[in-house]
């Protein structure tokens, strides 16, 4: 009898070993604080606490199943919270980064539905350095314009990623307005791909955005739709496609990304412009058109040090002006170990023939003239 005891207690640990082994959930983070000198705001020089100067603060959970067959249920669950003062980011969300379920297949890739990026961060994204650890928020170009900085994500989208095809991989995404007398009132779809092969990576994709915005009047504006009240622009249309590719050569890798957005029907700016709608004066009416080039460079001195930068050109036809602007980024970091470091970095904007905007830093006020340097020193911890 003792040893028919022994015997199911041993299965009965096998068993519970065998579905703990097939089912994970991970808690996983990152904090982001700094702080930051900036010689104009609104005129005035300002000190100020930052958080989410290069990555925005969050915790997540992450999960998977397996169903057998190389099919798995997945998840994931992410929040943005600003470590300064502790309060939720996204539009007060609870998970406002993230938030999907789905199955993924080892042969034919994942659906997931729920709050998703799009395709411009998900396959654009990478080369420039807005979107990475090497620069961040400061990097991004003006208003975020292309969203490479995750201004926004896309809800009631249901999302394809593919399997890696030899170094190719592609993916759509389409979000629902969820308005039964508007189907095309505030949805959102996209689609991208990249290609790697040795140290290069190309990307392109392309973002549409109907009705994200009221023209004329953000009262009517869907916000049950695909994009929420944090997009960067409210606008009858937006259009954004970018291209980009880098090389990496030893510790060195060096990249360029071209983008471009075109609005119509603009009625304004929405609260993922940031600071910037501050420096904005009659930013409304018609249309509105945006190109960017970046040219970026990263190198690891040492496994713990590195040296990144960028510089931007972009170029815009809004309310009646044709500003350009010009910003310059540089960013060191020193690893302390495998989940913190330290880093430095510092921001140069100058617009030109710009009547309606001042210059303005992403993430920061905007400065009183066409001016403005910005200067962080910050701390990340992963988790």
Known sequence: MMKKTLMVAALTGVFATAAQAQSSVTLYGLIDAGITYTNNQHGHSNWQETSGSVNGSRWGLRGAEDL???????????????????????????????????????????????????????????????????????????????????????????????????????GALYGFSNQADGFANNRAYSAGASYNWGGLNVAAAYLQLNSNGATGAQAAFNSGGAVSSDNTFFAGRQQTWGAGANYAFGPATVGLVYSQTNLSGLAGIGAGASGQSAGVGGFGGGSAHFQNFEANARYALTPAVSIAGSYTYTKASLAGTRPHWNQFNLQTAYALSKRTDVYLQGEYQQVNDGAIVDADINGLAASGNNKQVAVTAGLRHRF
């Open 68 to 170: 057998g067959g190389g099919l798995k249920a997945i998840f994931t669950l992410e929040n943005g919270f600003g470590i300064n003062d502790g309060t939720l980011k996204q539009g007060g969300r609870e998970f406002g980064r993230q938030a999907f379920v789905g199955l993924a297949s080892d042969q034919f890739g994942a659906v997931t539905l729920g709050r998703q990026y799009d395709s411009m961060v998900d396959y654009v994204g990478p080369l420039a350095l807005t979107g990475t650890q090497y620069g961040g928020t400061q990097f991004a170009h003006p208003f975020d314009n292309d969203n490479l900085n995750n201004s926004f994500r896309v809800n009631n989208s249901v999302k394809y990623q593919s399997v890696n095809y030899g170094g190719f991989k592609f």
